[in-house]
């Protein structure tokens, strides 16, 4: 096998985080992005009516990837705004959405300075694209941008991966076949008294092998829904997916659903 390129989370003073790296993105992307998960995106976006209550016009969604979501709302009639800080992902959600002729704002821009105040009504940060930055106030200035974006009334979803799901059912190690022949091997391990969780991947394909590492913050339901509230939110939900189940032992996924006073 040829030899492997790695990204490292250990920053030191001066030098640029994982998140910032568009080798990063690049590599990972036939590993985070199978077919199965633009399948599921569509069926997400279905419940996102459901999960707030109330019908939307202008959606913000935040740190959109290659557009999973963002595509889908967009069928649905919706003003959508797109941003995410990786030209990679965006060049690829632009072909998509020109592909079908659908008009969306594809922005190029970091989450802790992208606002728009008062411009949504909806703003959605799904498949954990949050927790990256190594200090709490970065993401409660992300949360800030997403307030002050909101309408008066507006609704923020996010989705992340709780640690109260990571602790009940947290493997040191996993080696994942996909469907083309690729392996994905990961060993993880938990760091700063719970605070976050850090990876390392092995991306084996076509006798190619990439090391990547990264980590983010874990928040449990109740840290994620106190930053809600300290941001200015009220009428915080947690669901355990974006179907709507309970957060609980059976949760699969830590959602939040917050609105904006009106």
Sequence with gaps: MNSATTENADQTPGEAAWFENET????????MFMEERFTTAEA?????????????????????????????????GAQVTAVDRSPFFLDKARSWAESEKLAIEWVQDDMRFFVRPGEFDLVINLFTSFGYFRDVEEDLTVLRNVFRSLAPGGFFVIDVMGKEIVARSFTPSAVDKQPDGSVLVQTREITDGWYRIRSRWLLIRDRNVTEVHFD?????????ADLLKKTGFEMVKLFGS?????????????????????
């Design 24 to 31: 990063f993105w690049e590599a990972t992307y036939p590993f």
């Design 44 to 76: 997400e976006v279905a419940e996102l009516a459901k999960l707030t209550g109330t019908p939307f016009r202008k959606v913000l969604d935040l740190g959109c990837g290659p557009g999973r979501h963002s595509i889908p709302l967009a069928r649905q």
């Design 242 to 262: 974006l179907q709507g189940i309970p957060y609980d032992l059976k949760a699969q996924r830590l959602v939040a659903v917050a609105m904006k006073p009106a």
């Design 216 to 224: 983010n913050a874990l928040y449990s339901g109740r840290e994620l």
